[in-house]
Each structure stands twice: as C-alpha cells, then as structure tokens.
T-cell receptor, first 115, second 112 residues
Framework: GAVVSQHPSRVICKSGTSVKIECRSLDFQATTMFWYRQFPKQSLMLMATSNEGSKATYEQGVEKDKFLINHASLTLSTLTVTSAHPEDSSFYIC???????????FGPGTRLTVL | GESVGLHLPTLSVQEGDNSIINCAYSNSASDYFIWYKQESGKGPQFIIDIRSNMDKRQGQRVTVLLNKTVKHLSLQIAATQPGDSAVYFCAENVNSGYALNFGKGTSLLVTP
C-alpha cells in the first residue's frame, strides 16, 4: 500500500517550453501533496504544498507563476514548469501525505533536462 | 535558522555489521520524525518513523532512537546488507502543515 507514482520519469525539453509533471497516489486519497526539488548529491528542498481544492502554498524563493501547481482531485497533483530554462534542470519529486499516520510517501521522481 | 542535520556525510560498513546513522535536530517543537532511504535516481523510500512521545521504535532490522534531551535521532540497521547501500535522510515535521524539513543525508556504503 501507500504507492505514489509520477509521470513522466524523465523529460528533455527545449528552453522556453512548458513541462507538466503528474503525481498520483495510487491506493489512498491525499488531501495534501508536496513538491520537492533535488540537485545532485544534495538533500530535498521543499518547493510547495499542494492542497486539494485550494491554492498551493509556496516556499520562500519559489516563483508561483513559474511552477504552477494544481491539485484537482484527492489522488492527483500536477506541477507545470513554465517557460523552462536550463537552470530549471533538476530532479523533481512529489510526495503524498497518508492522513491516517501523517506519513509522506514519495514518488519515484522526474528527471527534467532543459536544453 | 533551525534545521535538521547529520553528523556524518558518509559511512562505510562491512556486510553483516550493524550500522548507525545519526541526525541532530534543532527545532524543539518538532514532534514527528521520519527516516528515508534513497537509492540513486529514485525517490525516497519510507523506512521508519517515530513521534516525540516515544524514545525507541523498532521495525524489521531497523531501530530508531529519539533523544529529546539532546535533540538527537539515530537509525540503527542490523546485519547490514549490500542492498542497504543508499543515502539515508532524516526528516522532521516542521509545522502543522505536515511539511518536512530534510537533513543533508548520509551515504551508506556496504562492502562485502
């Protein structure tokens, strides 16, 4: 149980294009999901908290107009990187909170490369 | 600012030995802690968690110890196996919004 999926697992795009990443909780409902960013050999950095049916809460320094988050259902949150640039290249990981225990379960991550 | 950190960035152990990974936290208000294992190119995998009203919790081959007096958390892995090689992160619940603050990570290398 408590499986979280992400799609795509890897994406390469041209600078200036937008990329959408999906995060799904497969066997539980998650009112709260989180988006993290991880650079090589570094820890996870929280970007935003995604709440079902309401606006996402962004961490300081994260541009909400650049990283659009939509939590349209209890099992799906999406992150759209708009007008991507090479510096946006990173490993993006989502997590979903299992409300019964407060535990966050993570997806497998999405490797974004912007050329 | 307050943060979660790890004492040792790398740890090398022989197969079959016990491993201990340490973590210090500074937010005295934290009440929930989790250990994650991350293999290269993958998302973090839940290992074990503990709440602040407990000092110790055991799972399969793993034990988490919490010392609130010195704000210290540790993960013990018994009979370490090559498959345990990964980066291990401790994380703390920083507020009522359930967001997690991650430590820097310890790379565990298990040698045959």
């Amino acid at each position: 149980g408590a499986v979280v999926s992400q799609h795509p697992s890897r994406v390469i795009c041209k600078s200036g294009t937008s990329v959408k990443i999906e995060c799904r909780s497969l066997d539980f409902q998650a009112t709260t999901m989180f988006w993290y960013r991880q650079f090589p050999k570094q820890s996870l950095m929280l970007m935003a908290t995604s709440n079902e049916g309401s606006k996402a809460t962004y961490e300081q320094g994260v541009e909400k107009d650049k990283f659009l988050i939509n939590h349209a259902s209890l099992t799906l949150s999406t992150l759209t990187v708009t007008s991507a640039h090479p510096e946006d290249s990173s490993f993006y990981i989502c997590s979903a909170r299992f409300s019964r225990t407060d535990t966050q379960y993570f997806g497998p991550g999405t490797r974004l490369t912007v050329l | 600012g307050e943060s979660v950190g790890l004492h040792l960035p790398t740890l090398s152990v022989q197969e079959g030995d016990n491993s201990i990974i340490n973590c210090a936290y500074s937010n005295s208000a934290s009440d929930y802690f989790i250990w994650y294992k991350q293999e290269s190119g993958k998302g973090p995998q839940f290992i074990i968690d503990i709440r602040s009203n407990m000092d110790k919790r055991q799972g399969q081959r793993v034990t988490v110890l919490l010392n609130k007096t010195v704000k210290h958390l540790s993960l013990q892995i018994a009979a370490t196996q090559p498959g345990d090689s990964a980066v291990y992160f401790c994380a703390e619940n920083v507020n009522s919004g359930y967001a997690l603050n991650f430590g820097k990570g310890t790379s565990l290398l298990v040698t045959p």
